[in-house]
């Protein structure tokens, strides 16, 4: 259990690394200009069509929470992923001594 753990937040973490490093060569590449990419940005760059999917299964499922699933689209693609990552990397503890 504390294996996958761990996995899991290194893939989160990495995830979160690639993003942001994607928003600073972008941000390099208009000559300074800060861009930052929401998840739906970066859901949308990957496949649209899923995107609009889940909106509607969102929607439709359980449209009491459709506030909460549009406010974590809007927010930053690498803050999503990167800060759950190193939250959950805490979570298994240290490894017991040998």
Known sequence: MRTA????SL????????LLGADVLTSLDQGG????R???DVWTILNP???AA????ALQSAPWAFGFVQAMLRVW?????????VVLAFVPGRP???
Do not use: D, N
């Open 38 to 40: 929401s998840t739906e």
């Open 54 to 57: 889940f909106k509607a299964w």
């Open 11 to 18: 893939v989160l973490i990495v995830t979160g690394i690639v």
């Open 77 to 85: 693609g690498w803050a999503l992923t990167g800060i759950p990552g």
């Open 96 to 98: 017991e001594a040998a």
């Open 33 to 36: 200009q800060i861009t930052v």
């Open 49 to 51: 069509a899923s995107l």
């Open 5 to 8: 753990l761990r996995f899991l």
